[in-house]
């Protein structure tokens, strides 16, 4: 017997993604609801490619009772007023939006990392994913905290533009296109012109200077991983279509060698090394596209600091930073906590 899920935001770029991961994975689901606003009620959409098309259903008017899990992928917003009446009714939310991701009562999972977090749903019937750009990081840093406590980490994000969703990839391209051609380009989503250019700015800015991007960076981290590690980002907008790619400098408490940490994160869950010290022999954005892993190359001292790396991680920010990190959790819970699947 398998599970009833909901997928919230299907019709949008991580909603989709959910689904297709859901197929790819061939995660044990007796039924999947496609779930969105009015807007898309009755438009059907594929269920990956399985050959399975699933009618989309206006979520004012969903009844979540009966149903097992809900992966919600359509903004705060949208979790901030649905999620709750979902967990009440029995459905088990696990949420991609940022509503829920500093609530000391709904642990924030990244299954390689902290899988052992998850048993505190119970307490409002919740899971939070975090940022796609945390998502990466910490995969690459839990096995080298593990193995040498990490004190300090710096981080500069190139992040594409599908995390800024549909709106973000078609600025882009208009703005692309429109440059070719000699056409007005003016931004209308962005703060400044995205195409052939990089903006130092994502989300609003805080009092401090900091971009809440950055913000929830550094306190995603330390509820994931560890609240003693320093951590200060920068987070800059590219213009690429998918993936994300990160410059990340780690300073340890304890001796670790370059050597060490390639062999310790070539056998960590999640994390595939690509790291030939010649050229191509690195992993690029449009490389990791559609796959699950989160790429790791660049891994070298840094002999600015005792105990530092230098490394260059990269991952599909709409697989691992966001629908196959919602799938994962489904499946922890399902082999942890609701044991429903045969």
Not at 252 to 273: C, D, K, T
């Amino acid at each position: 017997m398998g599970y009833r899920i909901a997928v919230v935001g299907a019709t949008g770029n991580v909603g989709r993604e959910i689904l297709n991961i859901l197929a790819e994975r061939q995660f044990p689901a007796d039924e999947v609801a496609a779930v969105a606003s009015s807007r898309s009620t009755g438009d059907v959409i594929d269920f990956g490619d399985s050959g399975k098309e699933l009618k989309v259903q206006n979520i004012d008017h969903f009844d979540f009772e009966g149903w097992d899990m809900a992966l919600f992928a359509a903004g705060a917003k949208v979790s901030e007023m649905y999620a709750p009446r979902c967990a009440a009714a029995g459905c088990t939310v696990i949420d991609n939006s940022s509503f829920y991701r500093m609530d000391p009562d709904v642990p924030l999972i990244v299954p390689e990392v902290n899988p052992e977090a998850i048993a505190g749903y119970r307490a409002k019937n919740i899971v939070a994913n975090p940022n796609c750009s945390t998502a990466q990081l910490v995969v690459a840093l839990k096995p080298l905290h593990d193995a040498a406590t990490i004190k300090r980490v710096v981080v500069a994000t190139y992040q594409s533009v599908s995390g800024a969703g549909k709106v973000g990839m078609d600025e882009l391209f208009e703005q692309s296109r429109n440059i070719f051609v000699g056409d007005a380009n003016t931004p209308a989503f962005f703060t400044k012109q995205i195409a052939f250019n990089v903006i130092p700015h994502i989300d609003v800015f805080l009092d401090d200077g900091s971009t809440k991007e950055e913000w929830k960076m550094v306190v995603e981290t330390k509820k994931i991983l560890d609240p003693k590690i320093k951590v200060t980002a920068t987070c800059v907008r590219v213009p690429v279509f998918v993936g994300h790619s990160e410059a990340v400098n780690i300073e340890f408490e304890n001796e670790i060698s370059a050597a060490q940490a390639r062999s310790i994160l070539r056998e960590s869950p999640g994390v595939m090394v690509v790291d030939k010290r010649e050229d191509g022999g690195y992993v690029t954005p449009v490389e990791c596209v559609g796959d699950y892993a989160t790429f790791v190359s660049r891994i070298r001292e840094d002999s600015t600091v005792d105990n530092g790396l230098s490394m260059w991680i990269v991952s599909d920010n709409l697989r691992k930073g966001a629908a196959l990190n919602a799938v994962q959790i489904a499946e922890l819970l399902g082999r942890r906590h609701l044991q429903k699947a045969a």
